[in-house]
T-cell receptor, first 113, second 112 residues
Framework: KAGVTQTPRYLIKTRGQQVTLSCSPISGHRSVSWYQQTPGQGLQFLFEYFSETQRNKGNFPGRFSGRQFSNSRSEMNVSTLELGDSALYLC????????????FGPGTRLLVL | GENVEQHPSTLSVQEGDSAVIKCTYSDSASNYFPWYKQELGKGPQLIIDIRSNVGEKKDQRIAVTLNKTAKHFSLHITETQPEDSAVYFCAASQGGSYIPTFGRGTSLIVHP
């Protein structure tokens, strides 16, 4: 069974731009969560989607948003990029909402210049 | 909210030695404690987990212990090998409405 895939793997943007990241969960998994990983803050929860609805949200500004499609694929968007948004963005999927065991993708490395 | 402290931040051992990583949590309602291993260029991968109704769990060279009273849990790796070198994360969460809180990570270096 294929794992969680994320595209693109690497991205370079400039301040003020916006970016969209994509995540395809493991086949059959319906819940997708997004995390931001930085050396300074570690792994921080962004949001979780289940059946196209945002179920949980972490403590991030409104510039960070996401959505989930009917095939469970998910995208996250960051608008008006800031230097501090440079991070590894990880997507994780589970078979159902609230299941604790998460399966992570390889991440998208975003660099904001 | 939940707060998870993880120590040490870096751990250097010789091949064959044991390694222990410790985490403490603050929310007594947390009942699920996974450990993840993250290798360079990859996302975290679950290596073992434990629930609050169990005190210890083993899987070959890896074991996790949980002390609910003291609110701490530990990862034990025996007979370490160079391929164990990675960053290890602990996490704590409540089942159901799952928003995990991660520790800051431990960089384990196993010298051949």
């Amino acid at each position: 069974k294929a794992g969680v895939t994320q595209t693109p793997r690497y991205l370079i943007k400039t301040r003020g731009q916006q970016v969209t990241l994509s995540c395809s969960p493991i086949s059959g998994h319906r819940s997708v969560s997004w995390y931001q990983q930085t050396p300074g803050q570690g792994l921080q929860f962004l949001f979780e989607y289940f059946s196209e609805t945002q179920r949980n949200k972490g403590n991030f500004p409104g510039r960070f948003s996401g959505r989930q499609f009917s095939n469970s694929r998910s995208e996250m968007n960051v608008s008006t990029l800031e230097l501090g948004d440079s991070a590894l963005y990880l997507c994780a999927s589970t078979t159902r909402q609230g299941e604790e065991t998460q399966y992570f993708g390889p991440g998208t490395r975003l660099l904001v210049l | 909210g939940e707060n998870v402290e993880q120590h040490p931040s870096t751990l250097s051992v010789q091949e064959g030695d044991s390694a222990v990583i410790k985490c403490t949590y603050s929310d007594s309602a947390s009942n699920y404690f996974p450990w993840y291993k993250q290798e360079l260029g990859k996302g975290p991968q679950l290596i073992i987990d434990i629930r609050s109704n169990v005190g210890e769990k083993k899987d070959q060279r890896i074991a996790v212990t949980l002390n609910k009273t003291a609110k701490h849990f530990s990862l034990h790796i025996t007979e370490t090998q160079p391929e164990d070198s990675a960053v290890y994360f602990c996490a704590a969460s409540q089942g159901g409405s799952y928003i995990p809180t991660f520790g800051r990570g431990t960089s384990l270096i196993v010298h051949p």
